[in-house]
Nanobody, 126 residues
Framework: QVQLVESGGGLVQPGGYLRLSCAAS????????MGWFRQAPGKEREFVAA?????????YYSNSASGRFAISRDTPNNRVYLQMNSLEPEDTAVYYC??????????????????WGQGTQVTVSS
């Protein structure tokens, strides 16, 4: 099994920034993709970004995240980060860390990910 724990959420003003962190433990050798989803009240869970933990380090972003958010990895320590800049009220959501095995193609669908953290709240408000 793999356990995921997120941290770094909080309350920020519009235009501010946050860095989220996700720590993986357990059988981390069994995962190759780690990513971030978010879910606002009344909305579907939405893909944000993902990265391969293997050597190619390919990254993937949603349209809303591209240009403002950056995902990065620390493979030896089984961690991924999400740097969020220029935050907007529309970014308010619970942000979840997710992980998957060795897919041929990185998915943007939540149902394709096997492991999930409990989420961390991000609130963007003035």
């Amino acid at each position: 099994q793999v356990q995921l724990v997120e941290s770094g959420g909080g309350l920020v003003q519009p235009g501010g920034y946050l860095r989220l962190s996700c720590a993986a433990s357990g059988r981390t050798f069994s995962i190759d993709v780690m990513g971030w989803f978010r879910q606002a009240p009344g909305k579907e869970r939405e893909f944000v970004a993902a990265v391969r933990m293997s050597a190619d380090a390919w990254t993937y972003y949603s349209n809303s995240a591209s240009g403002r958010f950056a995902i990065s990895r620390d493979t030896p320590n089984n961690r991924v980060y999400l740097q969020m800049n220029s935050l907007e009220p529309e970014d308010t959501a619970v942000y979840y860390c997710a992980a998957d095995g060795f897919p041929r193609q990185v998915s943007t669908e939540a149902s394709d990910y096997e492991y999930w953290g409990q989420g961390t709240q991000v609130t963007v408000s003035s």
